[in-house]
C-alpha cells in the first residue's frame, strides 16, 4: 500500500528539520496577536478567551520559571490534570525550555503515578489541583529525580506546606523576574530546539504489560498533523474542544499537532461531567474521539426515541429510514436519485436537523473515531443523520494516526487508506506495518521492546490485518485477541463485542471462544438504561448486581444477541451468556485507560466464570473481593446466571 | 436565556445576556413589528379598538406583573395608580395655560404623559411604603386602601369637581396632539398604543435583567435570603412600586386618548382586580404571560359580546345581563386557568416551544 496522492493544502506549512512546536507557537503569537483566539475555557457561564498573545505570555513566563527552578534540556515534565488552558501552557512550557512532556491519565492510580514518574525520570510534577497533588506527595520519596511539584487549583490547598511544592503563579513570578534580567533568554531557548528533538514522552496504554513510553520528536508530531490535513484541512477559524485525556495521542494529535499548524481556536470545557454540554454549544468543526463517545451518543438517541411521544418517534423512524438509505447509497458508492436527495432534505430539516443540534454535531466538518473498534451499526447511524464520521488506523508510536477514510470513499468495515508520505503493508503472518516519517524514537528506557517494535524503520502493530480489494486497510483484531473457533476459523472478538454495544442497554460486552467448542459472551448492562427501563416496568432493585441478575434483564440483553448472531456464522454465533455483576473498570485494571478490554487480565481474574459458561451448570456461585479507589475492599457474593441464548 | 442551537456561545457576559442571539430570532422580531405596523391594513376597524385594548390592559398589567410576578407584592388596588395618571394628564391637558410654542409642537401631552407616570410613582411609592413593615396578606389591605382612598374618596368627591364640569372631563377634539400628529382616530390611537407597548416592553425587559431586576426577583424569592446578601429590600420594593406606578400612570394617561374623557368609573376596583387575573391567566413572572394574559382576556370579552348581542333580538333578557356575563366569564376563566395551568399561558408557550426545540425527543 503506498502513500495516497493528496498534496498541499492552503495555508500548509513547510516542516523542516528546524522547525519545532514552540517555534510555531512564537510564530502565530506573532502573527495572530490579539485579533484571533487561541483557546477559550468555560468558566462562570461564558467562554473566556485567551488570544494567541495571551497564550504565548503565558506559556513564556512558566517556561522561564521552570527554568529558575532548575529545568534543562532533555529535562522531563509531567503533568497530570483534567483538560484545561493550564495543563497545555504547562506542556509547552516544557517543550520551549527544551524539555520533555509526559502526561498522565486523570484518574490514574497510585501505583501508575507511580511508575511513570519514577521510570520517566521526571523532574517537576505539574498538578492540577489538591487530588494530583495528594497522588504526588505520596510518591515523591519513592521518585528520586522529582524535584518540584507544581500545582494550579488552589481550593484546599491552603494548609499544604511542604516546600517542594510551589505554585503555578509564583512559577510565573519566578518567570517574570528572569525575564526582567535576560530578556532575549525566552527566545534563544526556543530557538535552541530541533525538529529531532524528542518532545513527547508518551505512556501507551497497554492492553498486556506495563506502560511503554513512546519517544515522539517535533518532527514526528508536525508530519503527522501536516500529513492528516493534507487529507482533511483544518481552517484557523474552525472550533476544536478538548475534552479527552490530554494523555491520549489523539487529543496531542489535534491539539498540538494540527492545532498549532493552523491555529484554530481550542475549547475547553467547564467541568469533565459538564463537557458533552460544552461540546454541543460550541459545536466543533473536527472532532476525533473514541468509538466509545459515539456510542454513548448512539445509546443516548436510543433511549430518548424510546420515551418519546409518537408523533416525535414516528417522525425520527421515517427520518432514519430516508437516512440509512442513503448512507447505503453512499457506501455502495452508487449515485443517488434526486428523489431520494429530496426525501433526504427534508428528512434533514424535520429530523436530522434537531438531532445533530441535540449532539452538538451541527457543525462538524470531519469526525474521526479511533483507537478501537466501532461496530458497523454505529458506523451507520452517523451517516444516516448526515454526520461525516471516518475511522481512523493509528498507534501512539506513530505520533497518532496512519490510515484515515477519505470523504467520497467510506466503508464501515475498513479503517481507510494511509495518510501521505505513509506506507503501510501487511507482513506474511498478516501483522500490519507502518513507516512514515512520524515513526516514533523508541521506547525509552525499553530497547528489547524497541527493536521488537520497530525494525528497518517499518513499525510492527501488533494488529492482524489485510488490505481489501479498494486498497482500504482492515483491521482484523489485536493478533494476540484473534479467536481460533471450533471450526478453526478465525474471529474477531472485538468485531462481536462492537457489534453488542448497539444495544442502548449494553454498556461493555467481553466475547470469549478462543479455542473453545462454542462462543460465549460476558455482558455488562448499562445501569442508567437498565435501571430506567426497570423502574418504567415496575421491577424492583436495589444495586447493580442485583439489576443484573433479574430474568427479565436477561430477556432483554438476549434480544441484542440474537439480533447479531443472525448475521454470524454457525461457530461465530454467541450461545451463552452471563450478567457480570459489576461493570468493567479500568480502576481494577479490567479495562486500560482508553476503556479497552484487558483480556489476559479479565481472563485471569474471572476464570470461575469461564468455566462456567463452558459447563453444564446455569447457576455459578460468585466470592469475590472488590477494592474502591480509597482502598477499602468489599466482599462480594453473589449467584450469576448463566443464560443460553436460543439458537 | 433559553434554549440556544448549537455553535452559539459567548466569550462574555454582554453577549450572554444580548436579546437577539440568533437569527431566528431576529426574524421573528422584524416580523412581529411589521404585522403590528400592517395591522390597521389587515383587519376590520373594529378590531383596532380591541388591539388598543389590549395595549392597555397590557400597559395597566405590566405594573402589576413587576409587583406580583417580579417583587413578590402581591397589589390590588392599581386601578388607583392608573387613575391618578389619566387624571394627571388630563388636567395637565386642559387645565395648564401652554405656551403657544408648545401646543404648537404639540408636546403638551407627551409632557403631561410623562408627568402622569411621575404622579402615579409616586402616588404608588406612598402606598408602598407599608411594604417595609408588612408583608403577603396584609400588603393586600394596604394596597386596597390605595384603591379606595384615591378612586371613590380623593379622585370622585374633589379632584372630578375641578373646573365645576360635573362628573367628568372631556377633551376637546385636536387637544391630544403627539407632535404634528393629531390623534384623532382609531388607527392612530392604536399605533400610539402599539409604539408604546414596543417601548415599555424594551424598558421592563432591560430592567428586569439588570441588577435592579435581580434584585427585585431576589425579594420575592426569598426576601430575607435577599437583605442577607446585601439587597437593600425596603428600596428595591419602593423603586418597585414606583415604576409599576409609572407604567400605570402612561397607561392611564393613553387611555384618555382612546376614550376622549376621564370618568371615574373607568378605575374601579373591579379592574384592579382583573389586571390581577389577568396576570394570573398570562403567567406570573413573565412578561410574555402579561402580554398573552391581556390578549386572552379582552379577546374573551369581545368574544362573548359578539355572541352575545346578536341573540338579544330574541332574548332581550341578555342585553341587560352582558356585563354580569362578562364578570362572570372571567371569573371562571381565573378558576379554570388556576385549576388547570397555574402556571398560565406563559407556561403553555414555553412548553410549545420545547415541544419544538427538543424536537424528535421528549427531553
Redesign the interface.
Known amino acids: 500500500m503506498s502513500p495516497a496522492d493528496e498534496r498541499h493544502y492552503p495555508g500548509e506549512i513547510e516542516i523542516t528539520h528546524d522547525l519545532t512546536l514552540p517555534k510555531l507557537l512564537l510564530k502565530n503569537a506573532k502573527k495572530f496577536k490579539e485579533q484571533r483566539?487561541a483557546m477559550?475555557e468555560k468558566e462562570f457561564?461564558?467562554?473566556?478567551?485567551y488570544t494567541w498573545r495571551e497564550y504565548l505570555e503565558n506559556v513564556k513566563f512558566l517556561s522561564l520559571g521552570m527554568v529558575s527552578l532548575g529545568l534543562e534540556r532533555g529535562n522531563k515534565v509531567v503533568m497530570i490534570g483534567d483538560n484545561r488552558p493550564e495543563g497545555l501552557w504547562a506542556e509547552m512550557a516544557a517543550m520551549c525550555a527544551g524539555g520533555i512532556g509526559v502526561w498522565l491519565f486523570q484518574d490514574c492510580l497510585m501505583d501508575e503515578v507511580q511508575y511513570i514518574v519514577d521510570h520517566s525520570d521526571s523532574k517537576f510534577y505539574f498538578a492540577e489541583g489538591q487530588e494530583e497533588v495528594d497522588k504526588a506527595l505520596a510518591i515523591k520519596d519513592k521518585c528520586s529525580k522529582l524535584t518540584r511539584i507544581i500545582w494550579d487549583d488552589p481550593k484546599g490547598m491552603r494548609n499544604y506546606d511542604d516546600p517542594i511544592l510551589i505554585s503555578f503563579k509564583e512559577v510565573q513570578e519566578l518567570g517574570r523576574k528572569l525575564d526582567r534580567e535576560k530578556p532575549d533568554l525566552f527566545e534563544d531557548l526556543v530557538n535552541q530546539g530541533k525538529a529531532d528533538d524528542i518532545c513527547l514522552l508518551f505512556y501507551t496504554s497497554g492492553t498486556t504489560a506495563l506502560p511503554k513510553g513512546a519517544l515522539l520528536t517535533h518532527y514526528n508530531m508536525l508530519t503527522m498533523g501536516q500529513n492528516l490535513m493534507r487529507v482533511d484541512p483544518c481552517y484557523e477559524t474552525d472550533d476544536f474542544v478538548s475534552y479527552l485525556p490530554f494523555a491520549w495521542i489523539g487529543e496531542q494529535m489535534m491539539s498540538i499537532s494540527c492545532g498549532l499548524q493552523v491555529g484554530f481556536t481550542i475549547n475547553f470545557p467547564e467541568e469533565p461531567e459538564t463537557s458533552q454540554e460544552n461540546v454541543?454549544?460550541?459545536?466543533p468543526h473536527v472532532m476525533f474521539a473514541p468509538p466509545r463517545l459515539y456510542e454513548q451518543m448512539t445509546r443516548t438517541v436510543q433511549v430518548?426515541?424510546l420515551?418519546?411521544?409518537w408523533l416525535?418517534?414516528k417522525?425520527?423512524e421515517l427520518?432514519m429510514k430516508i437516512g440509512y438509505h442513503i448512507a447505503d447509497f453512499k457506501f455502495e458508492k452508487k449515485p443517488i436519485p434526486w428523489y431520494w436527495n429530496l426525501l433526504e432534505y427534508l428528512a434533514y430539516l424535520w429530523?436530522h436537523k434537531?438531532?445533530?443540534?441535540?449532539l452538538?454535531?451541527?457543525?462538524v466538518r470531519n469526525a474521526y473515531t479511533g483507537g478501537a473498534a466501532m461496530g458497523p451499526d454505529h458506523f451507520r447511524f452517523f451517516h444516516a443523520i448526515g454526520v461525516n464520521l471516518k475511522q481512523i488506523y493509528g498507534q501512539t508510536e506513530i505520533a497518532g494516526i496512519s490510515v484515515v477514510h477519505r470523504n467520497d470513499d467510506i466503508k464501515f468495515d475498513t479503517v481507510g487508506k494511509p495518510i501521505p508520505e505513509t506506507e503501510v503493508r501487511i507482513t506474511e503472518q498478516g501483522e500490519i506495518i507502518s513507516k512514515s516519517p512520524s515513526v516514533f524514537q523508541g521506547y525509552y528506557k525499553m530497547d528489547e521492546e524497541t527493536a521488537k517494535t520497530l525494525k528497518d524503520g517499518w513499525l510492527h502493530s501488533g494488529d492482524t490485518g489485510f488490505i481489501d480489494g479498494d486498497g482500504h486497510l482492515v483491521v482484523f483484531d489485536r493478533t494476540k485477541d484473534i479467536m481460533i473457533l471450533s471450526d478453526d476459523s478465525k474471529s474477531s472478538p472485538q468485531f462481536l463485542e462492537a457489534r453488542l454495544k448497539f444495544s442502548p442497554f449494553l454498556k461493555d460486552a467481553w466475547v470469549i471462544g478462543d479455542h473453545k467448542p462454542y462462543v460465549t459472551a460476558v455482558i455488562c448492562i448499562d445501569y442508567n438504561t437498565v435501571g430506567k427501563w426497570a423502574e418504567d416496568r415496575g421491577i424492583a432493585y436495589t444495586s447493580y448486581p442485583e439489576l443484573s441478575q433479574i430474568s427479565e434483564v436477561y430477556e432483554l440483553v438476549q434480544k441484542p444477541i440474537m439480533q447479531v448472531n443472525k448475521t454470524l456464522p454457525g461457530p461465530a454465533k454467541i450461545r451463552k451468556f452471563v450478567n457480570l455483576y459489576k461493570e468493567l473498570d479500568a480502576d481494577d485494571d479490567e479495562l486500560t485507560r482508553t476503556r479497552k478490554i484487558r483480556r489476559s487480565f479479565v481472563e485471569e481474574r474471572y476464570k470461575d466464570i469461564i468455566n462456567a459458561l463452558y459447563s453444564n451448570s446455569d447457576i455459578m456461585h460468585m466470592d469475590t473481593s472488590i477494592t474502591y479507589e480509597d482502598g477499602r475492599v468489599v466482599k462480594i457474593r453473589t449467584d450469576l446466571r448463566v443464560s443460553e441464548v436460543p439458537v | 436565556m433559553g434554549y440556544l442551537p448549537c455553535g452559539i456561545y459567548h466569550e462574555y457576559y454582554k453577549q450572554d445576556h444580548a436579546w437577539w442571539q440568533t437569527r431566528f430570532v431576529y426574524v421573528k422580531m422584524v416580523l412581529l413589528v411589521l404585522v403590528l405596523i400592517l395591522f390597521p391594513y389587515l383587519v376590520s376597524p373594529m378590531w383596532l379598538s380591541v388591539a388598543y385594548t389590549i395595549s392597555y390592559y397590557i400597559l395597566a398589567c405590566m405594573g402589576v406583573q413587576l409587583l406580583i410576578g417580579y417583587c413578590g407584592q402581591i397589589t390590588l388596588g392599581h386601578a388607583a395608580f392608573v387613575a391618578v395618571g389619566a387624571y394627571t394628564s388630563a388636567m395637565m391637558v386642559l387645565f395648564i395655560p401652554w405656551p403657544k410654542l408648545i401646543v404648537d409642537w404639540g408636546l403638551a401631552y407627551p409632557i403631561s404623559m410623562i408627568a402622569a407616570g411621575i404622579a402615579a410613582g409616586m402616588w404608588s411609592v406612598l402606598f408602598g411604603l407599608p411594604s417595609a413593615r408588612v408583608k403577603g396578606f396584609y400588603l393586600i389591605m394596604t394596597t386596597m386602601a390605595a384603591q379606595w382612598i384615591t378612586v371613590p374618596f380623593i379622585i370622585t368627591q374633589y379632584v372630578s369637581r375641578i373646573g365645576g364640569r360635573g362628573h367628568y372631563f372631556s377633551l376637546p377634539p385636536g387637544t391630544v396632539k403627539l407632535g404634528p400628529w393629531v390623534i384623532d382616530s382609531d388607527v392612530k390611537v392604536y399605533y400610539l398604543s402599539a409604539a408604546l407597548v414596543v417601548l415599555l416592553t424594551l424598558v421592563m425587559a432591560n430592567l428586569l435583567r439588570s441588577k435592579v431586576g435581580r434584585a427585585w426577583i431576589a425579594i420575592r424569592d426569598n426576601d430575607i435570603a435577599a437583605e442577607t446578601l446585601g439587597v437593600n429590600i425596603v428600596w428595591y420594593k419602593l423603586v418597585a412600586f414606583f415604576v409599576a406606578g409609572f407604567f400605570a400612570g402612561i397607561a392611564g394617561s393613553f387611555y384618555v386618548t382612546a376614550l376622549y374623557f376621564v370618568s371615574p368609573e373607568h378605575y374601579e376596583w373591579f379592574f384592579s382586580l382583573m389586571w390581577v387575573g389577568v396576570i394570573l391567566i398570562g403567567g406570573v413572572g413573565s412578561l410574555h404571560g402579561t402580554i398573552f394574559g391581556s390578549m386572552f382576556v379582552v379577546l374573551v370579552f369581545k368574544f362573548l359580546e359578539m355572541t352575545i348581542i346578536p341573540m338579544t333580538d330574541m332574548f332581550p333578557w341578555f342585553a341587560m345581563k352582558l356585563i354580569y356575563i362578562k364578570e362572570s366569564a372571567f371569573g371562571l376563566a381565573v378558576v379554570l386557568f388556576l385549576l388547570y395551568e397555574p402556571n398560565g399561558l406563559s407556561y403553555r408557550y414555553w412548553q410549545l416551544k420545547n415541544y419544538f426545540n427538543l424536537w424528535p425527543f421528549s427531553y
Request: proline residues 3%; charged residues 35%; contains cysteine.
Open positions: 483566539v477559550r457561564g461564558v467562554w473566556i478567551p454541543r454549544e460550541i459545536g430518548k426515541y420515551d418519546a411521544a416525535k418517534r417522525a425520527y427520518a429530523c434537531k438531532l445533530r443540534d441535540h452538538g454535531l451541527s457543525r
